[in-house]
């Protein structure tokens, strides 16, 4: 179902793998204008129609009038306006009956006065016992009936904003951005209020205009939503066709609103915290003795400037609120991502999407992620070495001394986002033979962050750019080696529509980096496992240990077809070797070059067997700089929603054998076996009062095995609670995983190193856990907890025979010498031979954690709130890798738990 704003999904981007090398090539042009004609006013809208066609310029026109009198928000007509103000009662399904009038009848006027718009909808039902209201936290999406306003306040057929409540009263909020996109993040200060009665229910909003960005004059765009939950019902002022695209771009006319000036836009959220700590400390720990008690105190400060321009500000900002992270065992050379959760980076962030506009779906087939911009760079962990001593104090993250926000629009259809951090400079307190010093682990930083982009032609054409620039002031020399100096890149990303149908799309995005360092900063950073530019056998690539600067590009280029039942899909990216924009954005690797096409079919109109279906098939690939195929296959997908609204889909790939650049880290080229991969998911009518849902996948290779399955439930069991269970078991077969490189000059035939590797057999059992109790629209309660148990073995020893080929020299069989002695393997790789012998850490390991937090949210008054958080975790790890679910468990029960209690106030003042 079509539901932009509770869907919870900022993007609809499928991410596949696999590969098929494919030369892509595209010509841009651009799409030709519309002509301008007058707008037509709306038939009655008692009558029944057609549904508007929303690619033409006959708009339907809902009215609003001003008001001088004084409305109060109780989810009833009250007051006199609301009987003078006309009703838009004229909606069209788009589910279960795509086009057909809505079943039941809805009536929404709008007024307005000098401050804010006020809405009240009036939501008949015949049965009105069987209305579905079910509360939840702000923003979170049960299946409930529930009544949507949509607004286009700049009327750029693009952006604008959302604002809904459902018939339990629970508040729904966020940015529509890209035609097609919604982002959540967005809070709002506003007032509803809903009411029930023997003919239905009623939804009454009052949305400030200091909360808007709009124009001055003219009409605003607008759309409405009612949803009634028992019969899947979704019915709309104007909606997208499902086999369709554009959905602000479809927008009826708000007119009447005029003389509205804004109102001056200052408010003011200062927060104080109070937390403590218990933890379990080493023995004479110095810095620790299990429990810390601190206070804090900051700030955030939002100014609107003009109608179009809001700057958002913070001191010694708080995240204690946000949810901790999951855990994770990452035995790759890939960081870790991890979602943005703090508020003050979420709040706007559409604005900094980059590279994406245009189109709606954008598919990347083993193309790795770029993110030029990631705003969990700002505040991150040290990223220091802490110098060897008995007992140490570092800190978890950076101290954002402040940061600033300024977004919104200027001009003719310019969109700017601007953002500026600045980070203390960190320290780790140590101690050895009592006496103590300190140690710089991250230097002071200034973070920057430019957006620009302007749309042409009522949204035919887009083109932008953003840039990021850091900068660092060291302190101690030692951290120059570590750490980099400087960062700038700088992108520029657009779009152009093909025909004046908006079905043919071309987006593509451009990129360069520039980061500047000492030498053995540099190579550090060239040898990294973003780079690995020591590859003996590299060609294009090769160190350069004089180099004091690293510079580099990527691009990515889309060309799609996204209406109608035929759609296509294709690209192609490239990612110079150089490229490095970890400072402040997001990649795992570089020297790529990628491209995939892809086709497909879809079946919109329902039938006995299923309600909507849909295949594709695709080929891709990945090259590198010299040429090497590096990945490559065919993939092919089906899914469908069933009569009764469950989803049920299923992939499957093939991938031939290609060469890989990166199992020896490093080292030489090696090869993949050929392999194949099967997954599937199936999910019950997610409106139901318990949600099921399987999903399976399976690797099948002659250099890895990988097996996985998971099954959720969710079940409410009154109206305002609900519960989550989520268990998963993946089983891990890798004939070659990766332990170590040790330089042998006898090691002739692999470049002077033996490249080590195990076969691993890892079990992993992990599961969410979540509890959401709504006692009302403000005041709620929610448990999360995150269980995982992990363990791996390693058997069968080996290095690698010869460079590009799966060949290796066993060393059980080939008569090496291998002991464990001390938590140590001691390896002779020749047993009697004059090859000498070399060490490593047993591999074997176990690894148990849970992680969660219990969050009580009270919203006392309109953008004021207070958190109590208490959150725990607890791990423990060891060398036994053989995985016994009852071991792990009571593992898990017995490690000493980390409690953290924290209480943060929060006041919102508006000037």
Not at 240 to 246: A, D, Q, R
Not at 365 to 372: C, D, K, L, Q, T
Not at 483 to 504: M, P, Q, Y
Request: hydrophobic share 35%.
């Amino acid at each position: 179902m079509q539901y932009p704003p509770l869907s919870g999904n900022h993007t609809r981007v499928p991410v596949l793998s696999g590969a098929l090398f494919l030369l892509a090539v595209v010509f841009v042009c651009p799409a030709p204008a519309s002509d301008s004609t007058s707008v037509q006013k709306p038939l009655d809208s008692t009558s029944v129609q057609k549904p508007p066609d929303s690619t033409s310029v006959h708009k339907p026109i809902v009215r609003a009038i001003r008001t001088q009198e004084v409305i109060t928000v109780d989810g009833r007509l009250t007051e006199g306006v609301w009987h003078a103000a006309p009703a838009w009662t004229r909606f069209f399904q788009l589910d279960p009956v795509e086009g057909a009038p809505a079943t039941k009848r809805t009536e929404v006027r709008v007024v307005y006065d000098d401050v804010a718009l006020y809405l009240n909808a009036r939501m008949y039902d015949t049965a009105p016992d069987s209305i579905v209201a079910r509360l939840s936290r702000k923003d979170v999406g049960p299946n409930s009936d529930f009544f949507v306003l949509y607004l286009d306040p700049y009327r750029d057929g693009r952006s604008g904003f959302y604002f809904a409540l459902d018939a339990a009263g629970t508040y729904y909020d966020g940015v529509l951005l890209n035609d097609d996109w919604d982002d959540s993040s967005w809070d709002g200060v506003w007032e509803g209020s809903v009411s029930r009665d023997s003919a239905g229910w009623y939804a009454e909003m009052r949305i400030p205009f200091s909360q808007l960005r709009f124009q001055t004059t003219g009409e605003w765009g607008v759309n409405f939503a009612r949803d009634i939950a028992r019969s899947h019902e979704s019915d709309f002022l104007a909606f997208t066709p499902k086999n369709g695209s554009g959905f602000v771009s479809r927008f009826g006319v708000l007119d009447g609103i005029n003389g509205v000036h804004p109102p001056g836009r200052i408010e003011i959220l200062p927060y104080v915290t109070t937390r403590a700590e218990y933890t379990l400390p080493l023995p004479g720990d110095p810095f620790d003795d299990g429990s810390t008690y601190s206070a804090g105190a900051g700030a955030d400060l939002k100014v609107g400037i003009g109608t179009n321009l809001t700057l958002d500000a913070t001191i010694n900002p708080d995240f204690g609120q946000v949810e901790v992270d999951p855990a994770v065992v990452n035995l790759t050379d890939v960081e870790t991502f991890y979602e943005e959760k703090r508020p003050f980076f979420l709040e706007g962030a559409s604005i900094f999407h980059f590279g994406q506009g245009g189109g709606k779906d954008f598919w990347n087939f083993n193309f790795p992620s770029v993110n030029i911009f990631y705003s969990r760079r700002i505040g991150r962990a040290p990223q220091g070495s802490v110098p060897e001593a008995e007992f140490t104090d570092v800190p978890l993250g950076t101290k954002i001394l402040g940061a600033a926000k300024l977004s919104g629009k200027l001009g003719d259809n310019w969109s700017i986002g601007s953002i500026l951090g600045i980070t203390a400079r960190e320290y780790a307190d140590l101690q050895s033979g009592g006496e103590r010093t300190r140690a710089e682990i991250e230097p002071l930083a200034y973070y920057g962050v430019l957006r620009g982009h302007k749309e042409f032609a009522e949204g035919r054409q887009g083109l932008g750019f953003l840039s990021t620039v850091t900068e660092r002031v060291y302190q101690d020399d030692r951290l120059r080696d570590e750490v980099n100096r400087s960062a700038t890149v700088l992108g520029i990303d657009g779009w152009t529509f093909l025909d004046g149908e908006k079905e043919w799309v071309i987006t593509g995005a451009v990129a360069g980096s520039r980061v500047a360092g000492n030498q053995a900063r540099m190579l550090a950073l060239q040898t990294n496992s973003q780079h690995y530019f020591q590859r003996p056998d590299g060609v294009y690539s090769r160190v350069d240990s004089s180099a004091t600067f690293l510079s580099g590009y990527a691009a990515r280029f889309w060309l799609a077809k996204q209406k109608g039942s035929v759609f296509v899909n294709s690209a192609f990216g490239i990612i110079h070797p150089g490229f490095e924009i970890n400072d402040l954005g997001f990649f795992s690797r570089s020297d790529v070059i990628n491209a995939h096409i892809g086709v497909g079919y879809q079946w919109v109109e329902p039938t006995s067997v299923y309600r909507r279906f849909m295949i594709l098939g695709a080929g891709f690939g990945n090259r590198d700089f010299d040429g090497n195929s590096t990945w490559q296959g065919l993939f092919f997908r089906c899914e469908s929603e069933l009569p009764d609204y469950s989803q049920l889909g299923f992939n499957a790939a093939y991938n031939p054998e290609t060469v890989n650049n990166r199992r020896t880290r490093g080292g030489p080229l090696t090869l993949n076996s050929p392999g194949y991969q099967f997954d599937m998911e199936f999910e019950t009518d997610y409106r139901r009062d318990i949600v099921g849902e399987l999903e399976g996948s399976t690797y099948q290779s002659d250099w890895q095995r990988n097996s996985s399955i998971g099954v959720s439930v969710a079940w409410r069991p009154t109206s305002s609670v609900s519960l989550s269970f989520g268990p998963s078991v993946e089983i891990i077969k890798e004939y070659s995983q990766w332990i170590g490189a040790f330089a042998d000059p006898l090691a002739a035939t692999t470049f002077g190193t033996r490249y080590v590797f195990g076969t691993m057999d890892q079990t992993t059992v992990s599961g969410n856990v979540r509890v959401n109790w709504t006692f009302t629209p403000k005041l709620s309660l929610q448990v999360f907890l995150q269980p995982l148990l992990s363990a791996g073995k390693y058997v069968d020893i080996k290095e690698l025979a010869l460079p590009r080929s799966y060949d290796f020299n066993h060393y059980e069989s080939n008569g090496a010498s291998m002991t464990l002695q001390n938590g140590e393997y001691i390896v002779d790789p020749d047993g009697a031979g004059p090859a000498a012998s070399f060490s490593f850490t047993n591999p074997d390991f176990s690894y148990v954690s849970l992680r969660g937090n219990a969050v009580l949210r009270w919203e006392f008054s309109p953008g004021s709130t207070v958190y109590f958080v208490w959150t725990q975790t607890r791990s423990e790890s060891g060398t036994d890798g053989t995985f016994q679910m009852d071991r792990s468990f009571q593992q898990l029960m017995d490690a000493h738990p980390d409690n953290i209690f924290l209480i943060k106030i929060s006041y919102w003042w508006n000037v």
